[in-house]
């Protein structure tokens, strides 16, 4: 009889003890809509305001998903639709013009218990480019689809097609003016440059859900009179997205071509990795050491398995928005 007794009471020591284990995985969330040189004074109260308040509608999406116990990715989806659909950021509406003043999208998203991924590049067709990423990791044997063939791809699986135009902005139309008189300036003396404040407003969010998966995503227009045809980092994983539940998640916003150059995202994570930094000084150092000594601007949002948060930059500003593993909150632009 005792036996049987101490069985039992094993038995619901075991069921305690595994219940704690997985009601005490953290969650978390950490999100960016763009960095740039964003400073107070290029602000009113009223605009700084409304991004405030989208960070913050953003933000609390998410996290419902992830108290919920939901899915990572629909954290993650949730999030950047959001910041898609809000005009101020350069994302879905609001998007960044190319020179020839349409709209090229690009989006990625990364799971990182298998480390699957999907992106869509250069598509003008589709209203939520996360949304075509996520379908591209999960309905294709493919990771990356770009123009047309992603385009097609995201209406056969029920992506409404719309049109080009539905991205207008006046604000990102009068910045192309800008951008383009100093590009033809520039050009008539030989120089093919894009200026470092052509862009701002990429969007992307990183999470930590109660399963303990870590997912990474990013959108973006990507910078402004661009080229076209140019893709950035934003839809290339590893560069502007990243997630391995071994390490790290990560989604950048910046110079592109320096992301690209210098793989930041999963540079971040393979620094925590092989080298056991922590999240917070691996960040730092590929953001604020090495892309801040080649001129390449720009920040990053990340977090880890521990619900740990870190949200580096090296310009004036990026929008960003957090709630850690400790439940702590932040929402901030500025420095
Ligand atoms: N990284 C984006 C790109 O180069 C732009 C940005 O984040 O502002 O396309």
Request: hydrophobic fraction near 20%; charge should be neutral.
């Given at each position: 009889m005792k036996a049987i007794f101490r069985s039992i009471a094993i038995c619901v020591t075991a069921l305690f003890v595994c219940f704690n284990a997985y009601s005490n995985q953290p969650i978390a969330i950490v999100l960016h809509g763009g960095a740039g040189t964003i400073s107070p004074d290029k602000m009113t109260k009223e605009v700084e305001a409304a991004y405030y308040a989208k960070l913050n509608q953003a933000l609390d999406a998410g996290y419902a998903v992830l108290k919920d116990k939901g899915e990572g990715l629909d954290a993650v989806v949730a999030t950047i639709t959001i910041l898609e659909n809000s005009p101020l950021f350069n994302a879905g509406v609001g998007a960044v013009y190319t020179y020839e003043g349409e709209h090229e999208l690009d989006a990625s998203i990364m799971h990182g218990k298998e480390r699957q991924a999907g992106a869509v590049a250069g598509v003008k067709t589709i209203q939520n480019p996360i949304l075509a990423a996520r379908l591209v990791m999960?309905?294709?044997?493919?990771v990356m689809l770009s123009g047309q063939g992603a385009e097609s791809f995201a209406h056969e699986h029920g992506l409404a097609k719309i049109d080009n135009t539905m991205f207008d902005t006046q604000r990102r139309f009068d910045a192309l003016q800008k951008a383009k008189q100093r590009i033809d300036k520039l050009s008539s003396i030989g120089v093919d440059k894009l200026g470092a404040d052509m862009r701002f407003g990429t969007v992307g969010a990183v999470v930590l859900d109660a399963q303990g998966n870590i997912v990474a995503g990013t959108s973006t227009g990507g910078m402004t009179a661009k080229r076209y045809g140019r893709v950035g980092d934003s839809p290339i994983i590893g560069a502007g997205t990243f997630a391995d539940n071994a390490s790290c998640g990560v989604s950048a916003t910046g110079h592109g071509e320096f992301f690209i150059r210098y793989n930041v995202a999963s540079d971040i994570c393979a620094r925590m990795k092989y080298q056991h930094l922590s999240l917070q000084d691996a960040a730092n150092q590929v953001i604020n050491v090495e892309l801040k000594a080649v001129g390449g601007d720009g920040g990053i949002i990340a977090l880890d398995a521990k619900g740990n948060v870190a949200m580096p930059f090296n310009t004036s500003g990026m929008y960003r928005a957090s709630i850690d593993g400790q439940g702590k909150r932040v929402v901030a632009i500025y420095k």
């Open positions: 999960e309905k294709s044997v493919h």
